[in-house]
T-cell receptor, first 112, second 115 residues
């Protein structure tokens, strides 16, 4: 079982739709959580950190449920430019405390 | 520099050839990481440096892989006797501090194809 699991998709949604991605992680001692975005043939870029209280950045809302070891990302009013792969990222204490572990990513395509 | 710079951008190697991949992190960034990303997968951790010290190399897949950062800035990932399964994008990332409460900044990667 992978340490960070995501639904690979693809998710194909129309412009303006709301879409949610989920992620589960296996190590209950994990401390830090992030969502990264990766465009085709580009490097991953930090989208947002995820905090226990939940946090919002414009159209993007991230939630963390430590009890269920579950992270989510909600995108409202999706734009064509949101098309990308979204990577769930967790700090795994079982390995190096200084490396992040990535899920395989969820592919999103926003259609006109 | 303004971002993390990696070179070469693309590398085609014949099986058995040695390759060296370079990473120039953001100036002042203490932590440097190497990741390997296979097609359709997320990045997989290879190794981590804090300044010149290699604190974690648990992700290196075999003893053919070697990384160094002798002066605490530029890092080189070397792969000896390349195999086809080494074909992947090699990503370098740096961050300001040693902890992981900060996100990383990634370079554009080196796409290695072993033929």
């Amino acid at each position: 079982r992978k340490e960070v699991e995501q639904d690979p998709g693809p998710f194909n949604v129309p412009e303006g739709a709301t879409v949610a991605f989920n992620c589960t992680y296996s190590n209950s001692a994990s401390q830090s959580f992030f969502w990264y975005r990766q465009d085709c043939r580009k490097e991953p870029k930090l989208l947002m950190s995820v905090y226990s209280s939940g946090n919002e950045d414009g159209r993007f809302t991230a939630q963390l449920n430590r009890a269920s070891q579950y992270i989510s990302l909600l995108i409202r009013d999706s734009k064509l430019s949101d098309s990308a792969t979204y990577l769930c990222v967790v700090n795994m204490i079982s390995g190096s405390a200084r490396q992040l572990t990535f899920g395989s990513g969820t592919q999103l395509t926003v259609l006109p | 520099g303004a971002g993390v710079s990696q070179s070469p951008r693309y590398k085609v190697a014949k099986r058995g050839q040695d390759v060296a991949l370079r990473c120039d992190p953001i100036s002042g960034h203490v932590s440097l990481f190497w990741y390997q990303q296979a097609l359709g997968q997320g990045p997989e951790f290879l190794t981590y440096f804090q300044n010149e010290a290699q604190l974690d190399k648990s992700g290196l897949p075999s003893d053919r892989f070697f990384a160094e950062r002798p002066e605490g800035s530029v890092s080189t990932l070397k792969i000896q006797r390349t195999q086809q399964e080494d074909s992947a994008v090699y990503l370098c990332a740096s961050s300001l501090a040693g902890g992981v409460n900060y996100g990383y900044t990634f370079g554009s990667g080196t796409r290695l194809t072993v033929v």
